[in-house]
């Protein structure tokens, strides 16, 4: 499934450091926090399997945008966040 | 780090830093690394995330990246730890 | 002591050494690839943007894929990841960070500056990027949205800068020559000087 330029998505409130090693591109500040998709950026092998030299499946990369306001306690309009984050953070909303 | 408070009140260095040979050695092997398949940036960036918190501070940049080929390296048996102590020897 | 506590010198000379002796890496490649390295700079950035300010077609491909622009201005981009190019208008200034290591285009801009590199850089960029900029003496006007981009994955970023009033009739060359390495990452805007 690829999610559309428009989609209102969440962040996955997951703390996989918590369960053991790991390596994870997605920040921390990020997590839980909801955005909209800009564009689909391409599918790219999973980097949380290459950091170990795992075999990799490629994972859609989405360009994510969220305001400030909506990550620091109601700070920083009008400014705005854009991420690069994985599909398999995200859940639409 | 994005929005750490421990960081947020420490100014930028905004003083330019020229690179030593040492740097560039290390940043050319972990790019020749990376091109022939050895090891990818996903793991040096692993490598650098599992080093000690209080010894991470104390390392520079480039020092950080070569503690991490050493790491993945022997972690990929691409050296053996034998081989690596007997090279640090003649080093 | 774990051997991984070795200083980074002679850890180096060690891993130099075995890469050589098993046929990984030589030293000649090794002093090839810092050449290589060493002669990417800024000033490739600052030929793109000057283009892409003199010629709205080459700035439409830009936009679309900054890797393919690079190309065509004979900027070397094999090997290197995707290059997106992010542009500024009078209602968006963007800022590029990465705060989870310290991603950058260094096809286009070289190696990372030091300030870059910086846990204040990163921290700051994405929480309270105005007082940020001030640090370079930048101010974007409160009514512009400024966009943080945190570069976290497989693309790299570039900014294209807005071009200063008062080059109207430059040449690219002199275009190119006010665009500056922090002009490229948004900590700071071009002059006309």
Redesign the interface.
Known sequence: MTLDAGATVRVKDDWPEARGPVHIRTPHYIRGRTGTIVRHLGDFPNPEDLAFARPAAASPLYHVAFPMTGVWNGQGAPDELLIELYGHWLDPV | ????????C????????A?TD?D??????R???G??E???V??L??G???IPED?YGA?????RW??S???N??R?G??S?A???A??E?? | MNILETDGERLLLAIRGLLAQKGIVSPAEIAERIAITDNASPGQGARMVAKAWTDPEYKASMLADGAKAAEALNIPMRGMPPLGVLENTPEVHNLVVCTLCSCYPRAVLGYPPFWYKSAAYRSKAVRDPRGLLAEWKTTIAPDVKIRVVDSTADYRWMVLPMRPAGTEGWTPEQLAAIVREGDMVGVTVPAAG
């Not at chain 2, 560039?24 to 092997?29: S, T």
């Not at chain 2, 390392?59 to 020092?63: A, D, E, K, N």
């Open positions: 780090m994005g929005g750490v408070p421990k960081f947020m420490e100014p930028v260095d905004l003083e330019p830093h690179l040492f560039r050695q290390v940043d050319a092997i790019g020749l690394l091109a022939k050895v090891m990818s996903d793991e960036r692993r650098i995330e599992s010894q390392l520079s940049y480039y020092r070569i503690r080929i050493a790491d390296l022997l990929k691409v050296i730890e081989e690596l102590r090279a640090l003649e080093a």
